[in-house]
């Protein structure tokens, strides 16, 4: 009897395990539902992108005589489920198994469990290969260490793939070249022009559909701002590795005013939803290495972000699930500003990162870990309100690389599993990355009052306030040193701003 296949919205792949060994007979069913579209309220855009990336991809199968099932979201038989999809397609025809990818987040996976019970049939969950290590290899790596830091996961990738090495020895004898790449970004620079997405007839009809079903969702979804096929995704990557890869590595931590995407690549989206895998995207990189086309500090951060980070949040997700997404280090507990959706407030650096989120579903990662999640740090909001809020406004999302780098990375919430202290900075970093004090209402030199930068004094109260956790930190005991420093009337000008700045945004 022939098998039931079924593909998410994140698997739009050839290459995905779930469409190996397809035989005439079977069908291929994909489906827009209500209840994958708005288990969170996702950015129009990142509905936008993926519909349309959806509709492009079954196309294509069916263009290479594939038998698919495409439900679109306003089909009036539409059930508004994953499961209520297979029921119908179930009551109008026996399937020997139903077929699948392992998913991409708990809440289904769990789900998708429950299936086999619910319509008696046999379900295949395959491994999905997209991925460089597998969880079996990534746990063994895990039991063997006390301390999970990503440098060290990264160097095994390394000698795994074979990326940027010479024989045993990382190309440039240094594994990592970060020290390098933390330049601000000159004044009158210049930044590469990024060519424009297509808009296809496809991409029309879905902004029309996300206008009318998801109006009251966060953000602006007027044009798409991604390529919505494999080979409008090719394109993006060939830009970035000819124009913006060979400065990516001295800007990596820069922000700027106005500029969005600087020379980082815009490609988490394709890579999460499979338009694109993470070998092809770092092999591209790597052969414009050794092509004398982009040096060894930018290629090799960059092939760090997806081999290491990538890798490595995805195999600490399914390792630490569910109970770390539970875990509240802080106990913090204070509700979402509102700024967080609508960008006003007087800190420029919070209005510039949420402007770049709501245009475009993006933010790139300094803005992403340092302005929105080290404010939230800081201010002390609540893992769950802002473990949503990623969750919903970027492109990219989707809970095995949002969850780690949020609960983990931005607020530690996870006490340490991932980081070896909190990134917590005050306003003078964010000066001396990007020119976004220049344009403040406030000024990053005060520390404490009405017009002080209120990353200064929110950092020190943050620290003082939370002295019994991190003060046994061996990280942390410079900061500890320079705190136990200030006078007593300058700590309590610190409690008394953060205490009247907090209360105005509850
Ligand atoms: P580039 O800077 O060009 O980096 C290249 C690639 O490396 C990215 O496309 C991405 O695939 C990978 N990468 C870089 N950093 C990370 C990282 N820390 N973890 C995993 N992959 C990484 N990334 C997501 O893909 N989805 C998310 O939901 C997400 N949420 C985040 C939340 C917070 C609080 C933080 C601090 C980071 C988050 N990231 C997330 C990681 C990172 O910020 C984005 O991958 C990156 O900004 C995407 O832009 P880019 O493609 O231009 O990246
Ligand atoms: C994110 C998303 C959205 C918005 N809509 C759909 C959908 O309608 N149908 C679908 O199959 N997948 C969608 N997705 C992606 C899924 O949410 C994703 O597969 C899971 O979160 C697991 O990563
Ligand atoms: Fe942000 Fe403070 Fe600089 Fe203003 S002064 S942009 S709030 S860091």
């Excluded at 990503?150 to 990326?163: A, D, V």
């Excluded at 001295?250 to 700027?256: G, L």
């Excluded at 949420?354 to 002390?380: E, P, S």
């Excluded at 000024?443 to 200064?456: E, L, R």
């Amino acid at each position: 009897m022939p098998s039931l296949r079924l593909i998410l919205g994140d698997q739009l792949t050839r290459s995905i395990t779930s469409l190996e060994d397809y035989q005439d007979g079977d069908l291929i069913l994909m489906a827009e539902v209500k209840s994958e579209a708005t288990y969170v309220k996702h950015h129009k855009q990142k509905i936008l992108f993926l519909f349309s990336a959806m509709r492009h991809f079954a196309q294509a199968l069916e263009e290479d005589g594939l038998n698919v099932t495409y439900i679109q979201y306003d089909d009036p038989e539409n059930a508004g489920s994953l499961g209520g999809e297979i029921d119908k397609v179930l009551q109008k025809k026996a399937f020997d198994r139903l077929i699948v990818t392992e998913c991409g987040e708990w809440r289904l996976s769990e789900e998708i469990k429950t299936w086999e019970r619910r319509f008696d049939l046999d379900i295949e969950i395959r491994e999905d290969k997209r991925f460089i290590c597998t969880l079996p290899e990534f746990n063994k790596w895990a039991v063997e260490r006390k301390a999970l830091r990503m440098e060290y996961f990264y160097r095994e990738m390394r000698q795994k793939t074979g990326l940027l090495m010479n024989g045993d020895e990382p190309a440039g004898k240094q594994w990592n070249f970060d020290a390098d790449n933390r330049k601000k970004l000159p004044k009158d620079y210049s930044l590469p022009v990024r060519p424009e997405i297509k808009q296809t007839d496809i991409i029309r009809s879905v902004i029309k559909l996300v206008e009318e079903h998801f109006s009251d969702h966060f953000g602006n979804a007027e044009m798409c701002h991604y390529a919505v096929t494999r080979d409008g995704a090719l394109r993006e990557l060939d830009w970035f590795v000819e124009e913006a890869l060979p400065n990516f590595g001295d800007y990596q931590d820069a922000m700027a005013t106005g500029e969005d995407f600087l020379h980082h690549s815009k490609l988490s989206a394709y890579l999460n939803a499979g338009l694109l895998t993470a070998m092809e995207v770092c092999r591209a990189a790597e052969e414009a290495w050794e092509e004398g086309r982009a040096p060894l500090n930018a290629v090799e951060g960059f092939i760090r972000q997806i081999i290491g980070w990538r890798e490595y949040v995805r195999g600490l997700y399914w390792r630490e699930m569910p109970d770390y997404a539970k875990l509240n280090f802080f106990g913090a507990k204070k509700a979402l500003p509102d700024f967080y959706w609508t960008g006003d407030t007087k800190m420029h650096c919070i209005s510039e990162a949420v402007r770049n989120t709501r245009d475009h579903a993006y933010a790139h990662h300094i803005q992403r870990l340092m302005i929105t999640g080290n404010f939230a740090l800081l201010a002390g909001i609540s893992p769950d309100a802002i473990n949503e809020w990623y969750l919903i406004v970027y492109a990219d999302a989707y809970e095995w690389v949002e969850l780690p780098n949020t609960h983990g990375m931005a607020i530690y919430a996870d006490g340490g599993v991932m980081a070896s202290k909190p990134y917590a900075a005050s306003g003078s970093y964010i000066n001396r990355m990007s020119n976004y004090c220049k344009s403040c209402s406030y000024k990053v030199t005060g520390k404490t009052g009405d017009d002080a930068c209120p990353f200064n004094y929110l950092y020190w109260n943050f620290i003082e306030e939370n002295r019994d956790k991190l003060e046994g930190n061996g990280r942390m005991g410079l900061v500890f040193k320079n705190l136990d420093r200030k006078s007593e009337d300058e700590r309590k000008d610190i409690k008394q701003s953060a205490r009247k700045f907090l209360q105005s945004i509850a």
